[in-house]
């Protein structure tokens, strides 16, 4: 899966994006975290985001210790 957000990203216009283009994401990661969430109700929109989290939840356990659970999303059909 391709990271949703980075297909957004205009190189040209990057002197322009504010804090809340990478900010929202990191902070809803840090939510999901927090609460030890295993299992995260998410709809399609919300996968990059929650796939992003995963990423920084793997990164964190290599370089501390294996104390973030890694959510897994539950997507209704």
Not at 29 to 44: L, N
Request: net charge negative; with cysteine; glycine share 6%.
């Amino acid at each position: 899966m391709e990271d949703g957000w980075r297909w957004r990203l205009d190189w040209e216009k990057l002197d322009e994006m504010n804090y809340g283009f990478l900010g929202y994401p990191v902070s809803q990661a840090a939510d999901i975290t927090f609460c030890k969430a295993s299992i995260v109700p998410a709809g399609d929109d919300q996968l990059p985001h929650l796939e992003l989290t995963r990423k920084i939840v793997r990164r964190y356990n290599e370089l501390y210790k294996p104390i973030l659970v890694e959510p897994q999303p539950l997507i209704d059909e």
